[in-house]
């Protein structure tokens, strides 16, 4: 059996919000590495949303969301993948409950935040409808030997964000610190059950060269250059008898269920985080225009808080990145 992680993020670019780093974690067959997870799923998951059927949509999150479906599809393929890992997590009861299944360690930043203060209290509903499909990727996903290992992302607001930019100046070192994170996690737990560990990543910025990064971030162990072309950098990182392969590949998240699951599970989360930063400072300035927190859009934003708030009561330092 193989290991095959799949790693994406929302949030890169915008003034506003978090940045979310995700994986989805499959183990399948040695005969699947390789495979097309579309089709050997197909019976339960589609990349269209034209005839769905019932199944989850699973695809690159930019392609899934939109401002006016929302988080309707987001939401269904994750909470469908995390209950056909674990049905214990029909046990799930509020949004908060969830993100904390999802990234651990939201807890220890969201207490500075204000506008998370009301998650605790936000139901979560799981439909019938949910269910039926999360028992249905359950059965096609044992009839084909694979199973979810894992569902997890991290998440970096606004303050421990701008804490690490002002350590390394630099936002891309910055995302690639929390991709690293988020492979030494897999790495560690999922070594153990299989000693082929891929992880499937989308090119970082157009980047053609990780390998001082990738050295950076893991001096112990020993590193061999693969492949380096246009389109796949792949690296193997070795210690002692565990290893692991890196694959950065252009348009990632379009291509491998994997990736595009991940992807979706960022999107969720970060626009979860942006529906209540909107809540909340709607219920204070009345007339203000919700955001997503892009940078031009963002500027606004801030521009009419301060406009009709007390420059006290506007805080920036938990609200605006620094670039």
């Known amino acids: 059996m193989a290991i095959i992680a799949g790693i994406d993020e929302a949030g890169y670019g915008p003034l506003l919000g978090p940045l979310v780093v995700s994986t989805a974690v499959l183990e399948v067959p040695d005969s699947h590495i390789r495979s097309d997870l579309w089709r050997i799923l197909s019976r339960a998951v589609s990349m269209e949303k034209k005839g769905l059927g019932g199944r989850l949509l699973v695809n690159d999150s930019k392609k899934v969301y939109s401002r006016k479906s929302g988080i309707k599809h987001l939401r269904r393929t994750v909470l469908a993948f995390l209950l056909a890992a674990d049905p214990g997590k029909e046990d799930l009861k509020t949004v908060e409950q969830l993100l904390l299944a999802l990234c651990p360690t939201f807890a220890s930043q969201s207490i500075l935040y204000s506008w998370y203060s009301d998650l605790s209290q936000q139901p979560l509903k799981i439909e019938d409808e949910v269910r039926i499909a999360a028992g249905l990727l359950g059965r096609v996903m044992q009839e ?16 421990d964000f701008n804490e690490k930019i002002r350590m390394v100046k630099n936002k891309s070192r910055v995302l690639f610190g929390e991709l690293c994170c988020l492979i030494d996690a897999v790495f560690r737990s999922e070594a153990t059950v299989s000693d082929k560990v891929q992880f499937l990543i989308d090119q970082q910025g157009g980047r053609l060269n990780y390998r001082p990064e990738i050295q950076r971030m893991f001096p112990d162990m020993e590193l061999t250059e693969l492949k380096a072309d ?13 290893a692991m392969r890196l694959h950065f590949t252009a348009g990632a998240d379009e291509k491998f269920l994997p990736v595009s699951l991940a992807s979706m599970v960022s ?29 031009q859009d963002g500027q606004r934003y801030i521009a009419e808080l301060y406009s009709s708030l007390p420059a006290s009561d506007v805080p920036k330092n938990l609200l605006v990145r620094i670039r």
Do not use: H
């Open 230 to 242: 246009a389109n796949l950098n792949s690296y193997e990182l070795a210690a002692g008898s565990r």
């Open 267 to 295: 999107k969720l989360i970060r626009e979860v985080l942006m529906d209540n930063l909107n809540a909340y400072f709607s219920k204070i300035c009345k007339n203000i225009k919700p955001t997503a927190g892009y940078w």
């Open 144 to 159: 084909n030997g694979i199973r979810i290992r894992k569902l997890q992302a991290r998440c970096l607001e606004v303050n």
